[in-house]
C-alpha cells in the first residue's frame, strides 16, 4: 500500500518526464491499432467487394485487369463483348442469372455503370448479401438513375434530382450529355465497396448518352429529336428498359451449380467468333490481393518496429530515470525499504506507466477511427468498422503491456542492487 | 547494554595493509546520550555505518541491544536497522515529493513494531508525526509544505523527527548540526533530548564541533578509542 502512494507520488513528481513516457507509449499503441485496422479492413473490404458471381467474362485482357476494370472500376477495357456473344454465352445450360454491364462514362468523377435490374437481384458483396435500398427503388426507365450511397452522399443528391452524365472518366470532361438528364430514383445502401461510388444507369440508356440510340431504338430516338413529338417520345422510353447496346464491357454470371464453371470458362476461352476471357472472381481476387501481400507485410513490419521504437525510447526514460532517482531510493532504503520492495516499486511504476498510456492510446485510436475513418472510406475504399476492442486488438495490448513490464524489470532490477551504503553517503 | 563492540577491525578492501578502523572496546548502556568526536577522517563515518549495520566489521563482534549484527543475513539485518535504529543524515535526506508529515511518518512505514509504537503513542501516524514535528518545534504552518521550501533547521527536524518516530532504541545523529548556527545547535540538541528521554532512546551524536561536548553525558574522542590498542 505504501509502496503505490510511493510511487503514485513520486510519478507525480515527475510528471514532465512521466507525461513523455506516457505518449510515445499512447502513440505507438494508436499507430499499432490503427496500421493492424487497417491492415485487417483492407484485406477484408478488399475479400468482401464480390460475392456469389462465379465467372466475369470481358474482352481478352489479363486476368486482373478485367477484374479491376469489371468490379474496381479500375482502368479501361479497350474492347468489348458484343451483345450476340453474350446472348450466345448466357443462354448456355447451367447459367442461372447473369448481369451485363457497360463502363466507360463518369459523373463528377465516379463510375457510371450500365446496367440491367438483374444486377439489383443477382449481385452480392461481403457474406453473399444482396444489394439493398437505402431510399428509392431500382431504375424503371431509361432515363432513371441509382445512386451508390457514397456518391449521393458526396455530391449531396437526394431522389427526383436531375444529373447529367458526361462521356468519358474524369470530372474535367467537356463532352457533358446536356440533352440527356438522369433522374435519380434510388439510393443504395453502404457496401464498403466501389458499388457505393457508382452510378447506375439502364444498359439502354448508354447508347443513348453517347449520341447514339440504342440499336433497336433507332426509330423512336429520331421520334425524339422532333420537339413536338417530345412527350410522345418520353412516353415511350419511360415504360421500356429491353434495348441494349452493340457492345457491353463485360458480364458476371451465376451458375446452377458450380460444376459448371470449369466447363463454361474453357467454351468461352475457346470461343472463336471473339477473343474473350473468363475468370473467376475469387480466385483473381485472391491472385491480386498475393500481389498486394506485400504492402500488408510491410504494414505489419511497421506495426512492429513502432511498437519497438516505443519500448526502447521506455527503457531509455526509466533508465535515465533512475540514476536520477538513485538518491531517492536510497533514502526508502535507509528508512527500512528492503530491496524487494525497491524492485516492487519500480517495476509497479512502470506497469503503471504502461497500463495509462496504452488506455490513452485507445482513446486516441478511437479518437483517430472517428476522424478518419471517413476519409479512408472515400480516398482508399477501406471501411473501417469502429467497433469495441476485437479480441486481437486486445491480444496486442496484452502483448505491449507485458513487453513493457519486462521491460521495466531490467531497471527494476538495477534498482534492487543498488547498495544501502548509497543512501547514507550520497552528498547532495 | 545498547552498544558492545569488541576488537573490531575494518577495512575497506580486504587487501589494504591497514585497518581503516581498529576498536578494542566500546561500551553504551541504554539511555546514554554520547557524544562521538574527532577530526575528519578519524574514522567517524565508517564507525556509523558498522553500528547501522551498513557495513559490516572484518573482524570483531558487534552488538546492538545484545544482537550480533555480524551473525546476521543482510535481509535480517535491513529488519533489525529499520525496527531499532533511527538515522539523522548530515545532508536530511528528506524525500522532494512527500510533504514534511509524510516524511516523518515514512520512517515508520517499513516496520511493524515501530508503527505499533508509534500508534501507542498517538491514535493515528499522522497525529503522532505532528506531535513530533511540534516537539522538535516546527510549528503546523510547515507541516504540510513543500519540503524543498523548508529551511536548513525546518528540514533537520523533519528529518530528526522521523528518526525518532516509532521510538527506536537507538538514534544515530551524523553532524546534523553543522548546517546551523550556534544558537539553534543548542536548542536543537535540547530538542533531541527531550525527544529521546520521552523515547527512552539511546543516542549517538556525531560531531566534529568540540564546543557541544559539555551538553553530553559522556563524551568519546574516537582518536583516543583507537590509539587504546
Redesign the interface.
Known amino acids: 500500500m505504501?509502496l503505490a502512494k510511493l510511487a503514485y507520488?513520486?510519478l507525480?513528481?515527475r510528471k514532465a518526464s512521466v507525461f513523455l513516457t506516457l505518449l510515445t507509449i499512447a502513440i505507438s499503441v494508436m499507430l499499432l491499432l490503427s496500421i493492424e485496422r487497417i491492415r485487417v479492413d483492407a484485406k477484408s473490404s478488399f475479400s468482401n467487394t464480390l460475392s456469389g458471381t462465379d465467372l466475369i467474362v470481358g474482352a481478352r485482357t489479363g486476368d486482373i485487369q478485367l477484374l479491376l476494370s469489371s468490379v474496381f472500376r479500375i482502368g479501361h477495357t479497350n474492347n468489348g463483348v458484343s451483345w450476340q456473344s453474350y446472348e450466345y454465352i448466357t443462354n448456355q445450360r447451367g447459367v442461372k442469372w447473369s448481369i451485363p454491364i457497360s463502363l466507360g462514362d463518369s459523373h463528377k468523377g465516379q463510375a457510371v455503370l450500365g446496367t440491367t435490374l438483374d444486377y439489383f437481384t443477382h449481385y452480392r458483396f461481403a457474406k453473399k448479401q444482396n444489394l439493398s435500398f437505402n431510399k428509392g427503388h431500382a431504375f424503371s426507365a431509361i432515363n432513371e438513375v441509382v445512386l451508390g450511397s457514397e456518391v449521393a452522399n458526396k455530391l449531396g443528391y437526394k431522389l427526383g434530382d436531375n444529373i447529367v452524365i458526361s462521356h468519358g472518366m474524369g470530372n474535367t470532361s467537356f463532352h457533358h450529355h446536356k440533352d440527356n438528364p438522369f433522374k435519380v430514383v434510388g439510393i443504395l445502401n453502404a457496401t464498403g465497396t466501389p458499388v457505393d461510388k457508382t452510378l447506375h444507369i439502364p444498359l439502354a440508356a448508354i447508347d443513348l448518352i453517347h449520341g447514339g440510340a440504342p440499336a433497336e431504338h433507332a426509330e423512336h430516338a429520331e421520334h425524339a429529336e422532333h420537339a413536338e413529338h417530345a412527350e410522345h417520345a418520353e412516353h415511350e422510353k419511360h415504360n421500356d428498359l429491353t434495348g441494349h447496346p452493340k457492345q457491353i464491357t463485360a458480364f458476371l454470371m451465376g451458375f446452377e451449380s458450380p460444376l459448371y464453371t470449369l466447363q463454361i470458362r474453357r467454351n468461352i476461352n475457346q470461343y472463336k467468333k471473339e477473343a474473350l476471357l473468363g475468370i473467376m472472381p475469387t480466385v483473381t481476387l485472391k491472385e491480386l490481393w498475393g500481389i498486394l501481400a506485400i504492402v500488408e507485410k510491410i504494414l505489419l513490419l511497421f506495426s512492429a518496429v513502432v511498437v519497438l521504437v516505443s519500448l526502447l525510447g521506455m527503457l531509455t526514460t526509466l533508465l535515465a530515470n533512475l540514476s536520477q532517482r538513485r538518491?531517492?531510493l536510497?533514502?526508502?532504503r535507509?528508512?527500512?525499504?528492503?530491496?524487494w520492495?525497491l524492485f516492487t516499486l519500480i517495476s509497479f511504476e512502470s506497469l503503471l506507466t504502461m497500463f495509462i498510456g496504452c488506455l490513452v492510446g485507445c482513446a486516441l485510436y478511437y479518437l483517430a477511427l472517428f476522424t478518419g475513418g471517413s476519409y479512408l472510406q472515400s480516398h482508399a475504399g477501406i471501411s473501417v468498422n469502429i467497433a469495441m476492442l476485437s479480441y486481437y486488438e486486445l491480444t496486442l495490448i496484452g502483448v505491449i503491456m507485458v513487453a513493457g513490464f519486462i521491460i521495466g524489470l531490467i531497471p527494476a532490477t538495477r534498482a534492487y542492487f543498488y547498495s544501502?551504503?548509497d543512501?547514507?553517503?550520497?552528498?547532495? | 547494554m545498547m552498544i558492545d563492540l569488541k576488537n573490531i577491525t575494518f577495512k575497506w578492501h580486504k587487501n589494504d595493509n591497514k585497518p581503516t578502523l581498529t576498536i578494542s572496546e566500546l561500551v553504551i548502556k541504554k539511555g546514554e546520550r554520547v557524544f562521538l568526536h574527532g577530526p575528519s577522517g578519524s574514522g567517524k563515518s565508517t564507525l556509523l555505518t558498522l553500528l547501522a549495520g551498513i557495513n559490516t566489521a572484518t573482524s570483531g563482534d558487534i552488538f546492538i541491544l545484545n544482537k550480533n549484527l555480524n551473525t546476521l543475513s543482510n535481509t535480517n539485518r535491513d529488519v533489525f536497522r529499520a525496527d531499532h535504529i533511527g538515522y539523522i543524515f548530515q545532508n536530511f535526506n528528506l524525500l522532494p515529493y512527500l510533504t514534511p508529515i509524510e516524511n516523518v511518518i515514512l520512517g515508520c512505514q517499513f516496520s511493524k513494531s515501530r508503527q505499533k509504537t508509534a500508534l501507542k503513542q498517538s491514535a493515528t501516524l499522522n497525529q503522532e508525526a505532528t506531535r513530533l514535528l511540534n516537539a522538535l518545534g516546527l510549528t503546523e504552518q510547515y507541516h504540510k509544505k513543500d519540503v524543498a521550501t523548508l529551511s536548513v533547521g525546518q528540514q533537520q527536524r523533519v528529518a530528526a523527527a522521523r528518526a525518532f518516530i516509532g521510538s527506536p532504541e537507538l538514534i544515530i545523529a551524523d553532524e546534523p548540526t553543522s548546517a546551523l548556527d550556534t544558537n539553534n545547535r543548542e536548542s536543537f540538541i535540547k530538542l533531541l533530548f527531550e525527544q529521546a528521554k520521552h523515547s527512552n532512546s539511546t543516542l549517538v551524536f556525531v560531531s566534529h564541533d568540540e564546543s557541544l561536548q559539555p551538553l553530553f553525558d559522556r563524551s568519546i574522542n574516537l582518536i583516543s578509542l583507537q590509539e587504546n590498542i
Open positions: 505504501i507520488k513520486s507525480l513528481n538518491r531517492e536510497a533514502i526508502l535507509s528508512v527500512g525499504a528492503r530491496p520492495q544501502l551504503s543512501g547514507m553517503s550520497i552528498k547532495t
